[in-house]
């Protein structure tokens, strides 16, 4: 038998109005927004109970045992419900943002009363028990490879708020118990090559241009929706039909089969036409009627203007320019769903105001502040369409997000307008793959890397971060790995560059002048050989040679010398960096060049020789004149 049952719940807004929680905790839900989902609404009163459910699985709370009502848990959580009501109205954190605090928190405890820490809520001392035990437990999963230590300490940041702020509790980023993710654990985003961004972004401006005109122009079904030329869609144009299965590209093959409409030529076929291609599995007398059931079908989805298949395309125009929105301002989709809407946005459209050229900043004010967003100039026009479909979709009435949707759009007019998901790009772009429009789909995260990319190498590093509205640390660590196509590009060029950068031993160059790491065959005429390099090439800096495509190398004894010196030296001066994250920024792409070159050099017969020399540097610390010139001002410095 079931131990676990439902028991009645109250959903209490915040702000809360009332303190009447405090009569029956264990019946408590937290909602942190108005508009009602399960990420809003968190099942407090469930701790009451020791023995629970570990999931809310539905909007009736978590599933408890009864027999587990504990009275002094009861009190403990009026404490927490009147903390975290406290924290709604006094920290300043978006309501989903201290909807996930709440969530860590209220998983934080389930771990707790199933592992020996009941009583964690009841002073400092069981959370000083608990906390560490926490702590070891998301180390443990991390080292097990089952979550990653990005995760961990993810996971361990809100507990660690929790500690200080409900218990006071300190604990320092210095402590053994404190879980550190290094530069290395955070995963970059792969940046989608350009084809495939071409692919999703034409896609897009084709069904928002497309569905729009089919909404705000009325236009008829069937309905040619003109579609990328990638496709070799014969003529460029997808038939649109008011029916379920709305598109048929060619080639894709579906188990429900629509006899009376062409999807190739965008026609209801004839009575004759079905016998001849179905009559062998319809009698007659359906073929001769599913050609009128179609055209009476197609007449009133055409004088409806809120036909629902109509309104579902519609939609799907609202979807690909919460796409195309992201892609231009690359910003995340959770701020981009709560951008508020206001009659002052209208107008600031039509009369923005220029602050860079190519760009315009749209300030308006909505619900007391002001709210700005940048979007490139060309993009204005889709704007001004988009808040032309937005009204038409909602018939005048107000809602207070720029985005929304419908949920079913064939039960719009009863469930009213709710606020854009965070996971609409990838069901937008999930439909189009299903119906063999796309392969391949983007993340909203790929989109905002992409920009940033974009930005990136054609900005900086702090302009992208700046427009991006995120710290330069994260613009390095998550988006500024550039898509693969360029990474192609650049590491051809790299090893290219090596191939002509060795010079047989005592091969002449007219002009050419000794470096402290070899030979420049045009002094003075720096010229980096990749893009945005770390160390800029500029005749002056020694390291920054060896980026240049000016400098060459001698495969003999002094030349080698000179190179196994200046990584020896490199390598020294690492002790002396803020952190590992800086010096690879600042000498990664130079050790990996000598690397290249040093191979090279092995490459043309001469391993024995680097190999004898690179003992003589690194073991005894035999260095070229240059170079042990600068060792002996680096140990003056105290820098290594």
Not at 298 to 319: C, K, L, S, T, Y
Not at 335 to 362: A, K, M
Not at 429 to 445: D, F, M, P, Q, V
Not at 553 to 576: E, F, G, P
């Amino acid at each position: 038998m079931d131990t676990f049952v439902h028991r009645p719940i109250i959903h209490y807004q915040l702000p809360l109005q009332t303190e009447t929680y405090a009569l029956r905790p264990e019946n408590a839900i937290l909602d942190f927004s108005s508009i009602k989902s399960r990420g809003n609404s968190r099942d407090i009163g469930s701790l009451c109970y020791l023995n629970r459910e570990a999931l809310q699985s539905s909007s009736k709370g978590k599933k408890v045992d009864l027999s587990s009502f504990s009275h002094s848990r009861a009190r403990e959580v009026r404490k927490l419900i009147r903390y975290f009501a406290a924290k709604f109205e006094h920290s300043g954190l978006k309501p989903i943002t201290l909807s996930n605090y709440c969530y860590e928190i209220l998983k934080f405890i389930d771990w707790c009363d199933r592992n020996g820490h009941a009583k964690v809520l009841s002073g400092e001392k069981y959370a000083q028990r608990a906390f560490p035990e926490f702590s070891n437990y998301l180390r443990r999963l991390a080292n097990q490879h089952q979550i990653s230590m990005k995760s961990a300490a993810q996971r361990q940041r809100p507990v660690l708020n929790f500690m200080e702020d409900y218990f006071g509790i300190h604990y320092s980023q210095h402590d053994l118990i404190y879980i550190k993710t290094s530069y290395g654990s955070v995963e970059q985003t792969t940046i989608p090559d350009d084809t495939t961004q071409e692919k999703v972004l034409t896609w897009a401006n084709c069904i928002f241009e497309g569905f729009s005109d089919l909404l705000l122009l009325h236009k008829p079904y069937p309905y040619a929706l003109s579609v990328p030329s990638f496709l070799s869609i014969p003529e460029n144009r997808l038939w649109i039909f008011p029916v379920t299965i709305w598109c048929r590209p060619p080639g894709n093959r579906y188990q429900l089969e629509y006899y009376a409409y062409d999807f190739a030529n965008g026609r209801i076929r004839t009575a004759q036409e079905i016998e001849e291609m179905f009559g062998a599995k319809l009698e007659r007398w359906k073929c001769a009627d599913y050609p009128k059931r179609a055209d009476a079908y197609i007449a009133r989805a055409n004088a409806d203007p809120w036909n629902f298949h109509r309104i579902e395309r519609g939609m799907m125009a609202v979807q690909a320019f919460f796409l195309l929105f992201i892609a231009n301002t690359g910003q995340n989709p959770t701020p981009v769903s709560d951008l508020p809407w206001s009659e002052e946005l209208e107008n600031s459209v039509h009369d923005p105001l220029v602050e860079r050229q190519g760009f315009r900043t749209i300030k308006y004010r909505a619900s007391g502040r002001e709210v700005a967003f940048e979007i490139g100039i060309r993009f204005m026009p889709l704007l001004k369409r988009y808040l032309d479909l937005r009204k038409h979709l909602l018939k005048g009435n107000h809602f207070p997000y720029l985005f929304f949707s419908y949920g079913k759009a064939s039960e719009y007019l009863k469930s009213g307008p709710i606020r854009m998901g965070t996971t609409t790009i990838n069901k937008f772009l999930s439909i189009l793959k299903a119906k063999g429009l796309l392969t391949e789909k983007i993340s909203a995260r790929q989109l905002r890397a992409a920009k940033a990319d974009y930005i990136n190498r054609t900005a900086g590093t702090v302009v992208a971060a700046t427009m991006l509205q995120h710290s330069v640390q994260t613009a390095e660590s998550h988006y500024a790995n550039g898509s693969e196509a360029v990474q192609q590009v650049e590491i051809g060029a790299f090893l290219k560059s090596v191939e002509s950068t060795v010079l047989d031993k005592g091969q002449e160059i007219l002009g050419a002048k000794n470096k402290a790491c070899g030979t420049c065959i045009a002094p003075d005429a720096p010229n980096p050989i990749i893009v945005d390099p770390a160390i800029n090439p500029d005749c002056i800096t020694p390291e920054g040679c060896l980026l240049c495509d000016k400098y060459r190398i001698h495969a003999d004894a002094t030349d080698v010398q000179k190179l196994l010196s200046a990584r020896y030296c490199i390598r020294l001066i690492k002790r002396s960096a803020d952190s590992q994250e800086q010096f690879e920024r600042l000498f990664g792409t130079v050790l990996q060049r000598i690397e290249a070159i040093l191979d090279a050099i092995k490459g043309k017969g001469n391993a024995e020789l680097v190999e004898a020399i690179e003992e003589k540097v690194d073991k005894y610390g035999e260095l070229s004149a240059f170079w042990a010139t600068k060792l002996e001002t680096l140990m003056e410095l105290e820098l290594v």
